[in-house]
């Protein structure tokens, strides 16, 4: 069974490989499009509960995926990936959105973290720099587990803000701010415990940026303080566009009696 598991989900090298930009990275970003667009339409002008019912099941699937790949990396990569722990934004986000649903002192958060983990799987699913680098081909298990995962987690932060009770407001700046930092101040810890003994590990960028740019030596220094300036000024412009979003879409949010989405 192992040797069976470990030949289907193993990466593929040969062939045919997933590329930025390429035929199979368009189709996850049409179909998270269409998505997004039938999901608003069909739930447009229906009550609360049918809004919450389909957020929640992209979230869960995203939840869903990211735990089961704990289980599946064994197979998978013949190891534990500790990358993977929750420390990058996009899971760390997962995890927040998913904990917020079922403790009520975390709710008044829910729509602050869908923000920032919309806008994080997002920049992502443009541009998914993780199984682009591997090289494989475009079927293998770990480029569909990892772009289902920020498929799905989009779609949820889309649907959460643009038809949720409450979507982004700008009176509520302060959460916004104290979630991009907590995620910056959570990302540091997770380098410092496990850069030192595995070198090599970057979460949200907080050691070095992306493409290399920063001389290493101050890096560490600016990058951490780059992050939250530059999501919370992307998060200020989503301010605006699901607000238009919110009245284009006469959000039931509206309607008396409804219990919130987040």
């Not at 803000?161 to 701010?177: I, V």
Request: proline letters at 5%; a positive charge.
């Amino acid at each position: 069974m192992y040797h069976l598991l470990r030949e289907i989900l193993s990466d593929s090298t040969g062939g045919t490989v997933f590329t930025c930009f390429g035929a199979w990275h368009w189709f996850y970003v049409i179909a998270v499009a269409a998505t997004i667009v039938s999901a608003c339409i069909f739930l447009k002008g229906t009550d609360r509960a049918a809004c919450r019912k389909t957020a929640d099941f992209f979230l869960f699937a995203a939840f869903g995926l990211y735990v089961a790949d704990f289980f599946l990396m064994p197979f998978a990569y013949g190891r534990i990936d500790v990358e993977k722990l929750p420390f990058h934004i996009c899971t760390a986000m997962c995890v927040a959105c998913f904990v917020s649903r079922k403790h009520h002192r975390l709710q008044k958060y829910g729509s602050h973290f869908a923000l920032l983990g919309f806008l994080s799987n997002l920049v992502y699913l443009i541009y998914p720099a993780g199984v682009m680098w591997h090289q494989v081909h475009p079927l293998s298990y770990r480029v569909i587990q990892t772009l289902l995962f920020h498929s799905c987690m989009t779609v949820y932060g889309f649907l959460t803000l643009a038809l949720g009770e409450q979507g982004p407001q700008p009176k509520f700046w302060r959460r916004d701010l104290a979630v991009i930092t907590g995620m910056t101040l959570w990302a540091v810890l997770g380098n410092a415990l496990y850069t030192e003994k595995t070198p090599g590990y970057n979460w949200f960028f907080t050691l070095q940026d992306p493409f290399y740019l920063l001389p290493p030596q101050i890096a560490p220094f600016v990058m951490p303080i780059l992050n939250i300036v530059l999501f919370f000024a992307a998060e200020l412009l989503l301010y605006a566009l699901f607000g238009a979003l919110r009245r284009k879409l006469h959000p039931i949010s509206n309607q008396k009696g409804s219990e919130p989405l987040e």
